[in-house]
């Protein structure tokens, strides 16, 4: 009877543990995931639609809230952790990287939808894993006004355009203006001279493709296009002599001292005083013009998708791709007036704007600007070297071969700092900014939160740690995807706050958390909920403390790490990011203006942790610590 009884609770055991065991897989087929940044998304429109034609799927977003999504995105592929439908800024890493990651799409329908020059632009050995969002046209800006004030008129061919450009200089007017102090200026508009003389052909993507890969040189293959690209600086089309800024340039162009504007044209908006145009790139020396293009980002699935037991989560994928792809979708993406999309016959808003260069529309002769982060980007101030003939074009190209053959890939760049032994959570990420905090200021206490809170809500002002390190070498770039700018105006990354905070304050926002008032923003996506109410909490990460909570995440007992109570009659030295501890909440506050968070952490990574309770999953290798 026994053996009988305990046979027959065996077999219930069993069952148990299968049906437990089915509940969580069961569950997890049911959940569809999305990625997404406050830029960057799937329109809460069409989220909302696919929600409702399969009420069995869980629709989950997940919200990425620092300053580097294009980082961010590479790290994810790089680390095999992407959601069921991949939002990404870029298309250009290695094909390694998309084939063991991304569903090619090129059997399914909706490609058909797009013109053949998008489509070919992002084929990749007979493989098409992305469909494209809506583009930016660059070229040249001018004020129709302007234009007919002076009795210009808009040119039809480069010799036209270096003929205008000497007219309007006769005038005393500058011709094109631009960010001409910044070397980045340079790449793209190199970036714009390749996209209509060679990136407009399939070679040009094929060949930029290789080279992305390390299997192709730019020695032996682009030379001609570099020196198609010197030609636009002697012809008088840019002058690299002048050194203004884009605000400086841009407020001249606005009061008609210069004619023309090189930049994306949703950046200029026509009112009753200017009317704008966009002048076309042409081939260089030739009548054939190109748009280049500045896409705004790629939707892609997860190969998982394509196996078996994956068939619903594959007609979900497919069914939001299908919604993207119609005039509809495409223009729920868009942002402001001047965008256009791939979509066969899209009829958008740039009509007026490209009113004197309808037959460049209509032939479709649109071009990516290619710009590869690693090389060309890289070597920007050598651009400016070359045009003003401290180097020669060989050695230009020989640089971009050089820089293409050391690197490792962009996702690893910057001084060696820490080994992650395995991937830290999103709480433990943020507990390592907190202890860099506190390290760095030499506080009792180091505390932040991350920037996006569980419901995917973004504080206000946008503070906070987002992301997570994964397993393996931790390098200082990197810390851009963890961290945000300044919010206080300034260029460069967010500052850190010191001050006192009495304890009575201190159990207030360890036990409550920090809500904000939600921003206004025109951007309607759906982590925005009711503007202007209040988000949900936001937790705060300490480095200094050691906190135990109950269930209802109330404060059990609270200490210093050497022992010492905290009290709510004491008042105890923090370290934070600025403004993530609201500033009224603090005494003695001091903003540090040295260094950065950027700075404070990579600093904090090369120490070690310190003995720091939290024992973070992390270690050095001094070996990769010599290498510096």
């Not at 020059?117 to 969002?133: E, K, L």
């Not at 006769?170 to 011709?175: E, F, R, S, Y």
């Not at 460049?360 to 649109?366: A, E, L, R, S």
């Not at 609270?558 to 009290?567: E, R």
Request: net charge negative; charged share 25%.
């Amino acid at each position: 009877m026994y053996k009988r009884v305990l046979a027959v609770c065996i077999v219930i055991v069993f069952l148990a543990l299968i049906s437990v065991g089915c509940s969580k897989e069961d569950k997890e087929d049911n959940v569809f995931t999305v990625n997404a940044c406050k830029t960057r998304y799937v329109p809460k429109s069409i989220l909302d639609k696919v929600r409702k034609e399969y009420p069995e799927m869980e629709i989950r977003v997940e919200m990425y809230g620092g300053a580097n999504f294009t980082l961010e995105a590479a790290e994810r592929l790089d680390h095999y952790d992407i959601p069921d439908l991949f939002v990404t800024t870029r298309n250009d890493l290695e094909i390694d990287t998309y084939q063991d990651n991304l569903l090619d799409l090129s059997s399914y329908e909706v490609l058909n939808r797009y013109i053949t020059q998008a489509i070919d632009s992002m084929n990749m050995n007979g493989s098409v894993y992305f469909i494209p969002n809506f583009t930016s046209l660059t070229g040249l800006v001018y004020d129709k006004n302007v234009f007919r004030e002076h009795g210009w008129k808009a040119p039809h061919s480069y010799e036209e355009l270096v003929s205008l450009c000497e007219q309007v200089e006769k005038t005393g007017i500058q011709g094109v203006g631009g960010a001409w102090d910044n070397p980045s200026a340079y790449s793209n508009v190199l970036a714009c001279t390749m996209a209509a003389d060679f990136y407009s052909t399939p070679e040009g993507t094929t060949w930029f493709y290789d080279f992305v890969q390390g299997k192709a040189k730019g020695e032996g293959v682009i030379e001609p296009y570099i020196a198609n690209y010197i030609r636009w600086y002697e012809d008088g089309i840019f002058d690299y002599e002048i050194q203004e800024n884009r605000a400086v340039q841009r407020e001249k162009f606005d009061n008609g001292e210069i004619a023309m504007m090189y930049g994306l044209i949703g950046n200029f908006k026509s009112d009753d005083e200017h009317d704008y145009g966009l002048i076309p790139f042409f081939k260089t020396g030739t009548d054939e013009a190109y748009y280049p293009t500045a896409t705004a980002g790629y939707f892609a699935l997860n190969k998982k998708l394509g196996e078996k037991g994956n068939e619903k989560k594959l007609e979900v994928g497919l069914r939001i791709l299908d919604l993207l792809s119609t005039e509809e979708g495409q223009k729920d993406m868009m942002r402001g007036d001047a965008c256009y999309s791939f979509l066969r016959g899209f009829k958008g808003d740039l009509n007026e704007i490209t009113e004197s260069y309808q037959d460049v529309v209509g032939q479709n002769h649109f071009a990516p600007m290619n710009v590869d982060m690693n090389t060309l980007a890289a070597t920007a101030t050598e651009l400016i070297k070359m045009l003003e003939g401290e180097l020669t074009q060989e050695e230009y190209i020989r640089s971009c071969d050089d820089i293409k053959r050391n690197e490792i890939t962009e996702a690893y760049t910057g001084e060696y700092l820490f080994t992650a032994k395995e991937n830290f959570t999103e709480k433990q990420t943020v507990q390592y900014f907190a202890a860099a905090l506190q390290d760095y200021a030499g506080t009792q206490i180091g505390m932040v939160t991350p920037s996006v809170n569980e419901q995917g809500e973004f504080s206000n002002p946008m503070t906070g740690i987002a992301s997570k390190f994964y397993k393996g070498d931790i390098y200082s770039w990197p810390l851009t995807r963890n961290t945000l700018t300044a919010i206080d105006g300034t260029s460069g990354w967010a500052k850190m706050s010191t001050g006192t905070i009495s304890g009575e304050t201190l159990y207030e926002l360890l036990e409550d958390g920090i809500c904000w008032k939600q921003a206004e923003d025109r951007m309607d996506n759906e982590y925005y909920y009711d503007k202007g109410g209040m988000t949900s909490p936001f937790y705060y990460e300490t480095a200094g403390l050691d906190v135990e909570f109950t269930s209802d995440h109330k404060i059990k007992s609270i200490q210093l790490n050497d022992g010492t109570p905290v009290k709510k009659s004491g008042s105890y030295t923090i370290a934070t990011l600025h403004e993530n501890v609201p500033d009224n909440y603090l005494e003695d506050l001091q903003i540090e203006e040295e260094e950065t968070i950027l700075e404070i952490a990579a600093k904090y990574g090369k120490t070690g942790m310190k003995g720091d309770k939290n024992n973070l999953p992390m270690e050095r290798d001094l070996e990769k610590e010599k290498k510096n």
